[in-house]
């Protein structure tokens, strides 16, 4: 293995977060494959870390101004040996072939442990909706579509929302979509209840995170509800983690966003949450959240990781806390962190995680509800139904659960047990079964 991230670091040399997502994996399934070393058979570790197709393209559009603009949207569609690629789609400056890459990968073992027939791809493009109109960003979305839906369609690649696309752009997509192919199917998830979307898709990634930690919590015989929980970001999963968690009865003192901190030492309750979601859809900082209430303090440039707590939910971005974060943790008394984010833990700081008493659960396995909810919104639009929120809040809590089991199952069911590992070896086995079975393609 060491031979492969040789060859794959000399191939691609400048792409470091896909060199970090292979070497944590295969680190990580090392010991099942010389178990099974059947599974090194047929190139099946080089095809699974090689995408079947890379697509790149320009986007040209038009601004407000009249001026011509261009960006460049690429689509990595990584697996499909268990079915259509499925994986989110994200318009920020910092996309590039190297982060979609390594989240594809993190997609295609993500996929797998929900047991869900669905293959991996992620996609996007450096476009930056920030300070953009909504007819600029309809225009873009639109320009995006002219040349993606050739490669799209929900027995091929499902799209979803991402960083940077929600559901006004998945509408805007899928509606351009509908125009070029002339049909009316589940081609994108996240979408608008009012056209085929699924109740509780958008709280899907954050709730989803606190049943798998539920379910963590329950291995030991413990409880959130007596619980402090620091949370990173201030998006779409930090939000709907922390109500969920506050739901639930723990304390949640933290959120964050590239400004800095905001603390609240009695914990942040419902209407803290309704301003910060306000706040963020204005384009504003979490400074204006504490100038609003009192009781919540701004720390600028300063990371949640600095405050007391027993459970971290990182849910910002890739490796956005560092060993010196992981060490502060533990130092502090923290015992469980799920990531709500792809990878937001350097390899530093998961080595002292790994090294401690912390229980750490990876995002491929803890934040795994937003594409479960995603695979029960394309259930539902083959079938020309939509579920009651008590149905997929159900089904999703089930699904939780179940990535919880295959965890223990091959990560060790005793008192301390490596959900990295688990959560690799079992979406690997299952990714691994399906290619050997369709033969060397």
């Known amino acids: 293995m060491s031979a492969l991230l040789k060859e794959i670091e000399q191939r691609d040399p400048h792409h470091t977060h896909f060199q970090q ?68 789609l ?184 309704e301003a910060v979601a306000r706040i963020k859809a204005d384009g504003g900082g979490l400074d204006r959240l504490a100038e609003e209430f009192e009781d919540v303090d701004h720390y600028e440039s300063e990371r949640p990781w600095r405050f007391q707590c027993q459970v971290a939910l990182p849910c910002a971005t890739e490796n956005e806390l560092d060993e010196g974060d992981a060490r502060r943790l533990v130092d502090n008394g923290c015992r469980w962190l799920a990531e709500g984010a792809n990878m937001p833990c350097t390899a530093a700081a998961v080595a002292v995680f790994k090294d401690s008493d912390l229980f750490y659960a990876p995002g491929k396995a803890a934040n795994a509800g937003g594409v479960a909810v995603s695979g029960l919104e394309m259930s539902q639009n083959s079938r020309r139904e939509s579920w009651s929120a008590g149905e997929v809040d159900r089904r999703l809590r089930d699904i939780m659960e179940r990535i919880h089991r295959r965890c223990l199952e091959h990560g060790g069911d005793g008192a301390h047990p490596d959900y990295l590992t688990g959560a690799s070896v079992a979406g690997f086995q299952r990714v691994a079964r399906a290619m050997q079975g369709q033969g060397i393609i």
């Open 21 to 88: 997502a292979a070497e944590s994996l295969l680190n990580s399934v090392s010991g099942h494959l010389d178990e099974h070393p059947e599974l090194q058979a047929q190139g099946l570790l080089a095809r699974l870390l090689e995408p079947e197709r890379v697509i790149r393209f320009r986007v040209p559009w038009v601004d407000d101004q009249g001026q011509v603009q261009v960006n460049r949207a690429y689509r990595v569609q990584m697996n499909g040996a268990l079915g259509p690629y499925k994986g989110g």
């Open 90 to 273: 994200r318009f920020h400056p910092s996309v590039n072939l190297d982060v979609l890459s390594f989240l594809a990968l993190e997609q295609t073992i993500k996929n797998a442990l929900t047991g869900l027939p669905l293959g991996a791809g992620k996609g996007g493009a450096d476009f930056d909706p920030k300070g953009r109109s909504d007819a600029e960003i309809m225009r873009f979305c639109q320009a995006l579509m002219a040349e993606f839906h050739h490669h799209m369609g929900p027995d091929i690649d499902v799209p979803a929302g991402d960083m940077g696309v929600g559901m006004r752009e998945v509408g805007y997509l899928f509606g351009m979509y509908r125009k070029l192919s002339r049909s009316f199917g589940g081609a994108f998830t996240g979408k608008s209840l009012d056209f085929g979307g699924s109740v509780l898709r958008p709280e899907a990634t954050g709730y989803g995170v606190i049943y798998f930690l539920r379910n963590m919590l329950a291995h030991q015989d413990e409880s959130l509800g007596d619980k402090t929980v620091a949370v990173s970001g201030a998006g779409n999963v930090a939000r709907h983690a922390a109500a969920k968690a506050v739901e639930e009865g723990a304390t949640v003192v933290t959120l964050s966003d590239s400004r800095g901190t905001v603390h609240a030492g009695k914990g942040l309750n419902d209407r803290h949450l």
